[in-house]
Nanobody, 123 residues
Framework: QAQLAESGGGLVQAGGSLRLSCTASGPIFSNYAMGWFRQSPGKEREFVTS????????DYSDSVKGRFTISRVNANNTIFLHMKTLYVEDTAVYFC????????????????WGQGTQVTVAS
């Protein structure tokens, strides 16, 4: 059964940078689109970014566009989220997601989810 495991979360000062990783186990990785969602206390889980199976198509929410970059290394079954110029408002649990298409990733449909990793941005 396919599983996703996130890592790299932590505490960072506002304006700083952080890199999250998500490693997939199982046969789905190279055929699936991947992405990241986040959820802050008291808020709905929200889409952050997605990447197609071949890495050629990427999509970002307006709130992170220009600051966050998603990438993937299929040989290592891993995707990354490079976050820079972090704001306090970026504080959230970040979830990795895999789905059959990039549109399904954005909609959180037919998806496999990781357990999440906490990112805290201090002022």
């Amino acid at each position: 059964q396919a599983q996703l495991a996130e890592s790299g979360g932590g505490l960072v000062q506002a304006g700083g940078s952080l890199r999250l990783s998500c490693t997939a186990s199982g046969p789905i990785f190279s055929n699936y689109a991947m992405g990241w969602f986040r959820q802050s206390p008291g808020k709905e889980r929200e889409f952050v970014t997605s990447i197609s199976w071949n890495g050629l198509v990427k999509d970002y929410s307006d709130s992170v566009k220009g600051r966050f970059t998603i990438s993937r290394v299929n040989a290592n079954n891993t995707i990354f989220l490079h976050m820079k110029t972090l704001y306090v408002e970026d504080t959230a649990v970040y979830f990795c997601i895999a789905a059959p298409s990039i549109s399904k990733v954005r909609g959180g449909l037919s998806a496999i989810w990781g357990q999440g990793t906490q990112v805290t941005v201090a002022s």
